[in-house]
């Protein structure tokens, strides 16, 4: 049974904005984070029927949607390796782009920094990657990124802190390069 | 110390980050893919039924013509050939 027309309209106005934005900083792509938004509301139109109130609306749209990012960023790794084999695509050069992306939210002054610093992020692990995104990007708490992805705060801690400790490693390996360069 | 700003200055560059309001064409967009997703639903049912059905005819027509057939060329042959008892 799915939700009727208006409360559906109701749950894109309150929550498109959150949905596409932790779609864009996962996938880095405008495009790809329009069709993850659509999947998103397309499964929370046919199965909010389903929710059980475990845990509240919004963290249950977080969890659809990290995962649907997750499952999409598996898919396209597949068929980068399938290109190694296979024919080329055109979104061949799509997915090798990736780490160039400037996102439409950031500053001007910090566009070219915040390109490197999304490059590095899809280098971290899963779990690095979406604690580091939701603590400092989408700007949670370390409790509210717990209930999402369904473990202790000490774990989140845990990993908000690996993660910046792989970036800065990554990033003074950069150094050099930048230097060179200037 | 450069290289120990530079990485501060990337790994904070996300600060003040604004959240991107997505294309207003996007709701429409969703709408036409779950219209579309229905229709294509209750059109693959119906594809369904009829191969279905197409199926469990042709199994009868099957099972009738079994029924009704006389001996077949094949089975001719293996009675001639065990009645001389000459395999050559």
Not at chain 1, 14 to 39: F, G, K, M
Request: some cysteine.
């Amino acid at each position: 049974m799915a939700i009727n027309k208006s409360d559906f309209t109701t749950l894109y106005n309150e929550y498109s904005v959150l949905v596409y934005n932790v779609a864009l900083n996962y996938l880095q792509s405008v495009e790809d984070a329009e069709e993850i938004t659509q999947d998103v509301f397309i499964q929370l139109h046919t199965s909010l029927h389903k929710f059980q109130e475990k845990s509240a609306l919004k963290t249950w749209i977080y969890r659809i949607t990290i995962n649907k990012c997750l499952d999409f960023i598996k898919h396209k790794n597949s068929q980068k390796r399938f290109f190694i084999f296979g024919k080329k695509s055109q979104n061949e050069v799509e997915i090798l782009n990736i780490s160039n992306f400037e996102h439409p939210g950031i500053l001007l002054e910090n566009k070219e920094k915040a390109a490197l610093l999304f490059g590095i992020i899809n280098e971290l692990g899963e779990n690095q990657k979406t604690a580091f995104l939701l603590s400092k990007v989408d700007g949670l708490s370390n409790p509210e990124i717990a209930t999402i992805m369904e473990l202790s705060i000490s774990s989140v801690d845990s990993l908000v802190f690996r993660a910046k400790v792989i970036l800065k490693e990554r990033l003074s390996n950069k150094f050099e390069e930048y230097r060179k360069k200037k | 110390m450069e290289a120990n700003n530079w990485t501060n200055d990337i790994l904070n560059s996300s600060e003040g980050i604004t959240k991107v309001i997505p294309d207003t064409l996007l709701f429409s967009k969703i709408q036409n893919r779950i219209s579309i997703q229905n229709s294509v639903s209750s059109q693959w049912i119906w594809i369904a039924a009829a191969s279905f059905t197409i199926l469990v005819s042709l199994n009868i027509k099957m099972l009738l013509s079994n029924t009704t057939k006389t001996t077949a060329p094949t089975e001719t042959i293996i009675s001639s050939v065990s009645n001389s008892n000459q395999l050559y």
